[in-house]
């Protein structure tokens, strides 16, 4: 297995080179806008160096496997396509909405879905017909906010590598080797691209690569509720998951939509406070999300979860607080 690991690190090494080498030729070049950190045009769609490593590589290894999760791999390509066409020639919101909702479904037809939230206080939170309603809010807010956090050179790709990590262990420890082999083909991959990436970077990832990877990383956090409680996997997740909320709570509060763009991620305050040094603020966060992966591995799936919701419900208010006054140190327009 470790050696087909390899082999998806050194392909990935390759084709993300070739795709920045050819980016101008294919069009996959990021104009930097008033919201951005960089300020030259740079090649972008990594994700599709990284993502064909993969898909070229676990096939001949692994075809079984694969074959029996036709409709969840089928899933990840769709949404591999939305978000390539998005690199290319920037595809509507409305379209890559359209195709993560329609991908989930597919991956449904595998038996991947959230049925059940978990014990909270004594009462069991069983899903029933929402459960597939549930799966696609779930999904679709999960694969947003990590592309959302993709506005730091490396920061995507390290955040994703410790979740991944994460899952990858549950997989090894339940046995599960479809865990096992997609976390560790997207770890491999994108230890590839971080050697383009890592700031400063010569190639983004782009929504092909953004897209892809927090849907993947959706099907494996739904896998992962098999031997965990739910509420794990909010912490196992959370740097995405905390930053989306925490910003959209803001947004509201202030009255502004909550989906307008804006330079108030966690990543661009925390930035500033390291004196914009994007390396410090990007291990930083990557430190930050092993703590709290390590805290959600610890959870036992048979526990009352009312208590760990509380705790990171607790973990929002107080990165609201550190934000809030953070960016009335910096005099931030949020």
Not at 194 to 204: E, G, M, R
Not at 246 to 268: E, L, W
């Amino acid at each position: 297995m470790y050696l087909v690991f390899v082999g998806i690190f050194i392909l990935s090494l390759v084709f993300v080179g070739l795709v920045k080498h050819y980016a101008a030729d294919l069009g996959l070049i990021d104009v930097p806008n008033e919201r951005s950190i960089h300020r030259n045009n740079t090649p972008r769609g990594a994700g599709i160096g990284f993502y064909l490593a993969i898909a070229f590589v676990l096939p001949v290894f692994y075809f079984d496997v694969i074959l029996s999760y036709t409709w969840t791999c089928t899933a990840i390509l769709l949404v591999f396509i939305v978000g390539l066409l998005d690199d290319h020639r920037d595809t509507s919101p409305n379209t890559k909405f359209f195709v993560i909702m329609l991908s989930t479904v597919l991956f449904y037809f595998d038996n991947i879905v959230v049925d059940h939230l978990g014990t909270f206080f004594g009462f069991e939170f069983s899903l029933g017909w929402f459960a597939l309603p549930f799966t696609l809010f779930a999904v679709v807010g999960f694969t947003n906010a990590l592309n959302l956090i993709d506005g730091l050179d490396g920061l995507a790709a390290t955040v994703s590598i410790v979740i991944l990590g994460s899952f990858f262990a549950v997989g090894t420890m339940h046995d599960d080797l479809f865990m096992m082999i997609m976390s560790g083909a997207f770890i491999s991959a994108l230890l590839g691209f971080l050697v383009f990436n890592w700031h400063p970077s010569s190639i983004f990832m782009g929504d092909s690569g953004s897209l892809t990877l927090g849907f993947t990383i959706s099907i494996l956090a739904i896998k992962s509720l098999a031997y965990l409680p739910t509420v794990s996997i909010l912490f196992i997740a959370a740097i995405p998951i905390l930053d989306t909320v925490v910003v959209m709570v803001r947004r509201k509060i202030k009255g502004k939509s909550m989906f307008c763009a804006d330079r108030c991620h966690i990543h661009h305050i925390l930035r500033h406070f390291f004196a914009e040094d994007t390396r410090k603020t990007v291990l930083f966060l990557g430190v930050f999300q092993t703590i709290y992966s390590l805290t959600g591995l610890q959870l036992e799936r048979d526990m009352d979860e009312g208590v760990l919701l509380i705790l990171f419900v607790l973990n929002v208010v107080l990165l609201y607080m550190f934000l809030a006054a953070m960016i009335k140190r910096q005099k931030r327009d949020c």
